[in-house]
């Protein structure tokens, strides 16, 4: 963790979020072509995923032996789920308010949970490891993705949206305890509630037990939460003081 080989790959993402928000400046492409593009970025994310982390496994007979896909690879981090949520948005719903719900709690998951995942790199840093590309790649991509639903008022971040936020956060968190005891053979992490996304972490450890590890994650989460919608939620409040006017 910041190192060259991380720092390089962080400016990287910065130029890919740059870009991004360039091209979208430029060309000013609909709502619907971004939510594809996003889905076409997603799916190739997760073929890359598949294609380094399919391991043989070699049993006592022929119905226990095969190739699989190691479970700690499978789709349920925070920013992996975003996949599913652009399924849904893309294919399966279609009241524009639960479209909007989501879309809501998709920007700042996406935005606060994926440059979360930049600065602490699960995947490592080696410039020849593929996952590596695909994991910051990905990331840079959502966070771009992200910060143009607001830029293009897409959405709107209320007090409510916040509030509600928490609660879907919180939610899925409980949903990962889950996950992480059905994999518990293969010690899965899916969000970080299983343990510390790393070693040697200032506030988030085991030092005092999972327990107060995990309420201290989710005082962290709400805080966090809280200070990354704050802005914009003034900021909307004054533009629709000055349209009253």
Same mark, same amino acid.
Request: charged letters at 10%; one cysteine or more; proline letters at 4%.
């Given at each position: ?11 990287? %993402? ?7 928000l ?9 709502? *619907?072509? *971004?939510?594809?593009?996003? !889905? ?5 994310? &997760? ?6 982390? $399919? ?7 022929? &119905?226990? %032996?095969?190739?699989y896909?190691?479970? &700690? %690879?499978l ?6 789920? @975003?996949? !599913? ?13 639960? *479209?909007?719900?989501?879309?809501? !709690? ?17 995947e490592?840093?080696?410039?020849? /490891?593929? @996952?590596?590309y @695909?994991? !910051? ?22 007090? *409510? ?6 609660? #879907?956060?919180?939610g899925?968190?409980? #949903?990962?305890?889950?996950?992480? %005891? $059905?994999?518990? /053979? ?30 201290? #994650? ?15 939620? #003034? ?11």
């Amino acid at each position: 963790m910041f190192t060259t080989n991380h720092f390089i790959l962080l400016i990287s %993402s910065i130029a890919i979020i740059v870009t991004y928000l360039l091209i979208q400046k430029k060309f000013n492409f609909s709502y *619907k072509t *971004k939510l594809i593009a996003l !889905f076409c970025v997603g799916i190739v994310s &997760e073929i890359v995923k598949i294609m380094v982390n $399919m391991v043989p496994i070699v049993g006592n007979s022929f &119905e226990t %032996s095969g190739t699989y896909l190691t479970q &700690e %690879s499978l789709p349920f981090h925070l920013c992996s789920i @975003q996949l !599913f949520f652009v399924i849904f948005l893309l294919f399966f719903i279609k009241q524009e308010t639960t *479209k909007q719900i989501l879309l809501e !709690f998709m920007f700042p998951t996406m935005c606060l949970g994926a440059s979360i995942s930049l600065f602490v790199p699960t995947e490592g840093v080696a410039f020849n /490891d593929p @996952q590596v590309y @695909q994991y !910051f790649i990905y990331h840079a991509y959502i966070i771009a993705f992200a910060i143009d639903l607001v830029m293009s008022n897409i959405i709107r971040v209320s007090w *409510k949206t916040l509030i509600r936020n928490i609660c #879907l956060l919180f939610g899925f968190s409980i #949903l990962a305890i889950y996950l992480n %005891s $059905m994999f518990q /053979d293969h010690a899965t992490n899916f969000m970080f509630v299983a343990r510390p996304p790393l070693e040697g972490m200032p506030i988030l450890n085991l030092k005092h037990g999972w327990y107060d590890y995990y309420v201290k #994650l989710v005082i962290l989460a709400v805080i966090a939460l809280t200070i990354f919608h704050t802005p914009f939620i #003034l900021t909307q409040k004054n533009r629709d003081a000055k349209l009253n006017k």
